[in-house]
């Protein structure tokens, strides 16, 4: 794929602000439009895809995967640095929603994973674009969600300079511009900056 790789530099205007996180009862959630694309005349979803960088960050959009089911795919296995992983409790989670796992099942462990970004080496990160861009051409995806850009963890920052990636490929291969949504895990004010997001709220009940 000639041309093919992740964003430098990207606008700041949509990358580190803001996404509440569940409270217990009341909470909104939102999910905001993503630096690299521009959702005006995107039809409505119909096929929806969601990818973190850890196992639990589903519980962030976790309404909203039970409305859209998404295809799920996950970057690491959250074992931290010594752990054991968390990715079958994820598994369990979506399997409940009505969501389906993609091909990335949380297959690098935590460590691998940052000593990959400390190896400097981007090609790794571009195979993991391609996949999703194989997989949602395939599932004819036309709105992803993901991490937030949020300089917290290099993990989910590369999660969303991801995403981003595989989008822009996915228009440039097939002309369709996919609707892309972030939502910020470490974060909790609401997005001042994102004027056109989507705010989906949780009751007591949906949240249990």
Not at 10 to 39: F, K, N
Not at 185 to 195: C, G, M, Y
């Amino acid at each position: 794929m000639a041309g093919f790789g992740l964003p430098g530099r990207m606008p700041c205007a949509a990358l580190y602000r803001e996404s509440a996180v569940h409270a217990r009862s009341g909470s909104s959630l939102y999910l905001s439009q993503a630096a690299l694309t521009d959702a005006m005349g995107v039809a409505s979803a119909t096929r929806t895809a969601l990818c973190i960088g850890h196992p639990g960050h589903e519980l962030r959009v976790l309404e909203w995967v039970r409305r859209n089911r998404p295809l799920t795919d996950v970057l690491t296995d959250g074992s931290g640095p010594n752990r054991t992983s968390r990715f079958h409790l994820t598994e369990q989670v979506l399997t409940e929603a009505g969501a389906r796992v993609g091909g990335m099942r949380g297959d690098f462990p935590d460590r691998q994973f940052y000593a990959m970004i400390l190896r400097r080496d981007p090609g790794p990160f571009i195979e993991l674009a391609r996949q999703l861009v194989d997989e949602w051409i395939a599932e004819q995806i036309d709105t992803v969600a993901g991490d937030m850009l949020e300089g917290f963890s290099p993990t989910h920052d590369l999660c969303r300079m991801i995403i981003n990636a595989a989008c822009e490929r996915i228009e440039h291969v097939t002309g369709r511009r996919l609707l892309n949504l972030e939502f910020a895990v470490e974060t909790s004010r609401p997005p001042k900056e994102h004027s056109r997001a989507t705010v989906i709220s949780m009751d007591e009940a949906q949240f249990a």
